[in-house]
């Protein structure tokens, strides 16, 4: 079983920038496919970007239009989302998510593990 842990949420500029990290601890992450998920107040959490661990296959959210990118280190275990132009729709809370099955689907519900999660806020 795996463990995620999120870091690089913060309080940001409109236009500015964060990189967000996932490190992962009991497992490999090469056993699992990888996912961004976000969750702002009141609405319900969704799909931001994924990554395939084994072929290295990406996949985005409609509302990303560039300015994010999924990456992974697999010799430091780690999964990360880097956010440029920041909006303030981006204020979320972002939760890395691992998939045993190996699927990079955009549902949540295909994810088994999840990370606590870290708050990002975008101030205008």
């Known amino acids: 079983q795996v463990q995620l842990v999120e870091s690089g949420g913060g309080l940001v500029q409109a236009g500015g920038s964060l990189r967000l990290s996932c490190a992962a601890s009991?497992?490999?992450?090469?056993?699992?496919?990888m996912g961004w998920f976000r969750q702002a107040p009141g609405k319900e959490r969704e799909f931001v970007a994924a990554?395939?661990?084994?072929?290295?296959?990406?996949a985005y959210a409609d509302f990303v239009k560039g300015r994010l990118t999924i990456s992974r280190d697999n010799a430091k275990n780690s999964v990360y989302l880097q956010i440029n132009s920041l909006k303030s729709e981006d204020t979320a809370v972002y939760y890395c998510?691992?998939?045993?099955?190996?699927?990079?689907?955009?549902?949540?519900?295909?994810?088994?593990?999840w990370g606590q999660g870290t708050q990002v806020t975008v101030s205008s």
């Open positions: 998510a691992a998939d045993k099955d190996r699927r990079a689907t955009p549902f949540w519900y295909d994810y088994e593990y």
């Open positions: 009991g497992r490999t992450l090469s056993y699992y496919d």
């Open positions: 990554i395939s661990l084994s072929s290295g296959r990406t």
